[in-house]
């Protein structure tokens, strides 16, 4: 399997766009806590959110291809479960639809990232104190990070987490990364 250290070196290699790599950080962290509390291999599913969005920047204007480009450039280097969780994310687009929790999980974990993120730069504190419930008030504003799909954050479900539970899980794993991420204040 592929080591965290050339999994990042692939990430700096291929993402370019800068929000790209806090992102990747991010989804990390939330699959490796995700991982803990549903009691799950945390390396291989840390390791996956990492790489989740390895193509993006090639496939940013192919969505059909979106996840699917990774797979290719993974062979061998992560175990099938994880090569189909990827390809799942983008379901709609790849027609990989999500089946197992890995796949639920890793759909609600990145995406809760960006729910996350946008709360964190408009509070003061950044993430020092953010809670569960402030989530779920930005989760019911559409204007609020519009293009987070809130449908795929309530997939949380599949993997037998409330909504409450799941973001306290996402906060808690984000929130030591705050500085690297730009998410301190």
Request: proline share 5%.
């Amino acid at each position: 399997m592929i080591s965290r250290e050339e999994a990042l070196q692939l990430i700096q290699t291929h993402s370019q766009e800068p929000h790209l790599i806090p992102h990747a950080l991010e989804t990390e962290a939330v699959m490796r806590g995700l991982a803990v509390r549903l009691n799950q291999d945390s390396d291989l599913w840390a390791l996956t959110g990492l790489l989740h969005d390895l193509d993006y920047s090639a496939t940013k204007d192919s969505p059909e291809r979106h996840g699917l480009q990774t797979c290719e450039m993974l062979v061998g280097q992560l175990p099938e479960e994880a090569l189909q969780a990827i390809r799942a994310h983008n379901g709609e687009s790849t027609g990989t639809m999500p089946e197992t929790p890995f796949d639920f999980a890793l759909r609600c974990g990145e995406t809760v990232t960006g729910l996350i993120h946008a709360n964190a730069l408009v509070r003061p504190g950044g993430m020092d104190g953010m809670k569960a419930k402030s989530l779920k008030k930005k989760m019911k504003e559409k204007a609020f990070a519009a293009n987070v799909n809130r449908d795929n954050i309530r997939e949380c479900e599949k993997i037998g987490l409330e909504l409450g539970d799941f973001f306290q899980i996402a906060i808690t794993a984000i929130a030591p990364l705050a500085p690297e991420v730009g998410l301190s204040k």
